[in-house]
């Protein structure tokens, strides 16, 4: 059943990335769906903050993916975060980026991935974000969604 909640600010965004990433393991996939700025990034940052990856988070937009090693506490895992944006639904660049490979050692976050990389796995984290006209106030529907 698929849960729901009012983000009024990019914090706040970042704090149900936090939150959704204590579920997530190596092998998960995040499908991220929803309009030019409706917090994609800023809920990526908080589910990399959340698994413990190492550097920066920001939109992979111009190098459709990104790599983020774990860091080096217990229970850290990586993390590649994809913009399918370009892809255009181009499933044969979508193969080269092989992320089916990356599924075995980090979580997958795929931002405008929906209806493009459902296939990758038995089930995903789909996450659909919408920002209210002239605000900043998101609000942010998720649930597991089977293959």
């Not at 929803?34 to 698994?51: F, H, S």
């Not at 790599?67 to 660049?93: F, N």
């Not at 089916?100 to 209806?115: F, I, P, Q, S």
């Not at 209210?132 to 106030?137: F, G, L």
């Amino acid at each position: 059943m698929a849960e729901q909640r009012i983000l009024p600010t990019v914090e706040d965004t970042e704090a149900l990335g936090r939150e959704l990433a204590r579920d997530l393991g190596p092998g998960d996939l995040v499908v991220l769906d929803g309009p030019l700025g409706a917090g994609k990034t800023a809920l990526t940052r908080g589910l990399a903050d959340g698994l413990g990856v190492q550097g920066r988070v920001s939109s992979p937009t111009f190098i459709i993916a990104r790599q983020h090693r774990a860091g080096d506490h217990p229970g850290a895992i990586g993390m590649v975060h994809v913009d399918a944006y370009r892809l255009g639904g181009d499933l044969d660049e979508l193969d080269s980026l092989d992320l089916d490979t990356d599924l075995d050692h980090a979580v997958v976050v795929v931002e405008w991935g929906l209806g493009v990389v459902e296939h990758l796995t038995d089930r995903h984290l789909r996450v659909l974000l919408r920002r209210e006209p002239d605000s900043d106030v998101r609000t942010a529907t998720w649930e597991w969604v089977a293959g």
